[in-house]
């Protein structure tokens, strides 16, 4: 599975983006996604994730309510939609691929190059 990251910009501060991960392969619909982000200085961190379905979502605290994450099998895309946009979450977002639901990064068999998000007034 290939993945491919896009959505990314500059924003101010309450405003909107919504990232897209384009999957290559037939099989994405067989795999788990998540939404990670690294800021600078820090360690990649669990943002969101989704079951092979589309069934069951999972978010960090600081997100809940704010993103959504959503994918379309038939398109092989997952997304995250992000709403009131912080300056705290400002990083790279990275798409990965698994076969289960977890919350480290070094579980997940694929990545996407990552998407840069910035949140600044």
């Known amino acids: 599975v290939q993945l491919q990251a896009s959505g990314g910009g500059l924003v101010q501060p309450g405003e909107s983006l919504r990232l897209s991960c384009a999957a290559s392969g037939r099989t994405f619909s067989s795999y788990a996604m998540a939404w990670f982000r690294q800021a600078p200085g820090k360690e990649r961190e669990f943002v969101a994730a989704i079951s092979w379905s589309g069934g069951s979502t999972y978010y960090t605290d600081s997100v809940e309510g704010r993103f959504t994450i959503s994918r379309d099998n038939a398109k092989n895309t997952v997304y995250l939609q992000m709403n009131s946009l912080k300056p705290e979450d400002t990083a790279v977002y990275y798409c990965?691929?698994?076969?289960?639901?977890?919350?480290?990064?070094?579980?997940?068999?694929?990545w996407g190059q990552g998407t840069q998000v910035t949140v600044s007034s």
């Open positions: 990965g691929a698994s076969r289960g639901i977890y919350y480290r990064p070094n579980e997940y068999d694929y």
